[in-house]
């Protein structure tokens, strides 16, 4: 990252650089107080649209009857003047799109990973850091990432359906830049900043979960092989089945069903086991 000059060009660099740092406002409840006054603008207009409507509909005016009937008679101009029914039917398709526009905004913004905490702990470190951001930031809005709420990430979180490999993402990253990456030093040097790949986060997550996978089946075994009461060996058998599906949902992505064939695959290795030992 090079060097730029302190504030806002400063910060822009970092996130520009680093993606993943790109963490902004989602200012929810402006968004929702937007689209209630939209909604409200809407609602008045449309009770307005509707009285005039009835009103032209009752009218002695056999012209303005036919307003209800006719588009011609309804958007034709009278002494230079839009009928009201039609006038009010323009200003409501101009809100009309405002607000569809706020609502399909609001879906799209909804979609947006939340940030996360490491990435926003970083954040918070860099820009009280002296020799980074040196509180880059002097105004009211020096305090975003302080608070940490109502905060989203613009980049796609790869990680966002592996809760897993999320929950180690900090610790693991941690744990690697003690043994290996205050060694190596900082991969961006002018910005004294060490970078880790994703992929060295999964594949650390992948092989603790192989591991628990790996150990379950032995423990189960191990400790029913040591229970000598019928009774007790059957609770144990319901207990490891229980610690089996939750780390399976846990450590992976598999589907319910897939869960389900799993811990019942489980269970029955169990069952053979206790038949087939002595007591």
């Given at each position: 990252?090079?060097?730029s ?20 406002r989602?200012?929810?409840t402006l ?8 909604q409200?603008?809407?609602?008045d ?11 032209d ?6 012209r ?5 009937k006719?588009w ?5 101009k009278d002494d230079g ?12 398709r ?6 569809n526009?706020c609502?399909?905004?609001q ?5 947006f ?5 490491g ?6 470190e ?7 951001g040196?509180?880059?930031l ?10 940490g ?28 830049h ?25 594949r650390?997550a992948?092989m603790i979960?192989?591991?628990i996978?790996?150990l379950?089946p032995v ?5 029913l092989y040591c ?6 060996r ?9 610690l ?8 992976t992505?598999?589907k ?8 019942a ?8 086991f206790v038949g087939?030992?002595?007591?």
């Open positions: 990252m090079k060097a000059p302190e504030g806002y060009p400063r910060l822009a660099a970092l996130q520009g650089t680093y993606p993943q740092l790109g963490i902004y989602h200012f929810e968004n929702a107080r937007n689209l209630l006054y939209l409200a603008e809407l609602v207009l449309e009770t307005s649209l509707n009285e005039y409507t009835k009103e509909g009752g009218s002695e005016d056999s303005k009857r036919l307003n209800n006719n011609f008679y309804l958007g034709r003047v839009r009928g009201s029914q039609w006038h009010t039917m323009i200003r409501l101009k809100k009309l799109k405002q607000y526009q609502l399909f905004q879906r799209q913004l909804a979609t990973d939340h940030p996360e905490a990435n926003l702990e970083f954040m918070n860099w820009l009280a850091d002296p020799r980074q040196n509180n880059a002097e105004g009211l809005d020096r305090n975003v990432w302080r608070d709420k109502d905060l989203l990430v613009v980049p796609l979180d790869t990680l966002v359906g592996d809760s897993f490999t999320r929950f180690l993402r900090k610790p693991l990253t941690t744990l690697c003690k043994l290996w990456g205050r060694r190596r030093g900082p991969t961006d040097v002018e910005g004294s900043i060490c970078v880790y790949g994703e992929k060295i986060v999964i650390s992948d979960g192989t591991a996978a790996s379950l423990l189960a075994v191990a400790v229970v000598r009461e019928m009774l007790t059957l609770g144990m058998v319901a207990l490891f089945t229980v089996f599906s939750m780390a399976l949902m846990a450590t992505n598999a319910r069903i897939e869960v389900f064939a799993a811990t695959a489980f269970a029955s290795v169990q069952v053979v087939s030992t002595t007591i």
